[in-house]
């Protein structure tokens, strides 16, 4: 599994859901159009986001 794995190696995932992104994160990044907006832990990108966008992302509050 992912978690055993993550003990051994470093695992860079791009994950189609949100909430498997938050449930499965030690650390994450959120990039816009390019930009990296927001990095941090896993709990502070998705349960406490600095940048508005990061938090409308994370929420699906955005388009």
Excluded: C, W
């Amino acid at each position: 599994s992912l978690l055993a794995l993550k003990e051994h190696y470093t695992i860079i995932i791009v994950p189609h859901s949100v909430q498997q992104g938050a449930r499965i994160a030690d650390y994450a990044a959120f990039f816009l159009m390019g930009e990296l907006v927001e990095h941090g832990t896993g709990v502070q990108v998705f349960q406490n986001a600095r940048d508005r966008r990061t938090e409308d992302y994370v929420t699906g509050r955005f388009g």
